[in-house]
């Protein structure tokens, strides 16, 4: 590989490479390193102080890679690590480098989506209770209220194949009806994990015509064009030759370049990688 510095993307499996394709759609010139770290996947379910190792284990390795930024296209590494990541373990050591999140981004343009001024929020477990989105979206926009629902089910149906089969149906109008049960003035959706692009069709299929679904990829990649065009000090770091490169913690790199296919929408060729 040839000597770059790219901009880093992590997740904690395959979910931010429906983050990944926006960004790389809007920002195609830019070199790229996605690390996916299936082995230890999901991390809906862990421990803060858990979430916290992985993700900075996972970091520190992008920054190895020569990566001057690293964006955290995983919405539970970024509730749940992140700041910990820039206010404790980079200050003294990774000066001339930066982690964002998909949270901050997307909270300070979801309150322009609702009519009603009621947002539902759908996650995992671990985004849920962090309580970040609802944090984040009061400091922008303090008159919307915010109903989160955790959907526990949707990644593993996603992750095998299952969110476009019948079966899938059944799980996805559960949680949109426990949601939707706690107020009648939601008119707006916020799919906020990266792997429910893929289910947006049988969730709009199961709302009414009144309630939109937004998912975060292209306000990430928007985000992220307007950060480099304010940090020129980022951006003229970052090599710009339109390479995409792919990692996995997974041994098994022949199944991740199946499912990540299916997330990026174009063929992938990933190498293993030992964060151990």
Known sequence: MQATSPIGIFDS??????????????????DYIYLGDNSRAPYGNRSFKTIHQYTWECVQWLFEQGCP????????????????????DMPGRYNDKRVLGVIRPTAEVIGNYTKTGNIGVLGTK???QSESYAIEIAKFFPEVQVYQQACPLWV??????????????YYVKQYLDELLSRSADIDTLLLACTHYP???????????ESIQVVAQGDIVAASLQDYLHRHPEINDQITRNGTRHFFTSSDDTADFDQHASMFFSAPVKSEYVSLK
């Open 198 to 208: 893929l289910l947006q069709d049988k969730i709009k299929a199961h709302l009414p």
């Open 156 to 169: 593993p149906l996603i992750e095998n194949g299952e969110y476009d089969k019948p079966g899938a149906d």
């Open 13 to 30: 499996g395959i979910g931010g490479l429906t983050v990944f394709r926006s960004i790389a759609g809007q920002l195609p010139q830019y």
């Open 69 to 88: 930024l690293v964006i955290l296209a995983c919405n539970t590494a970024s509730a749940k690590a992140l700041r910990t990541i820039q206010q404790r």
């Open 126 to 128: 671990g985004t849920v």
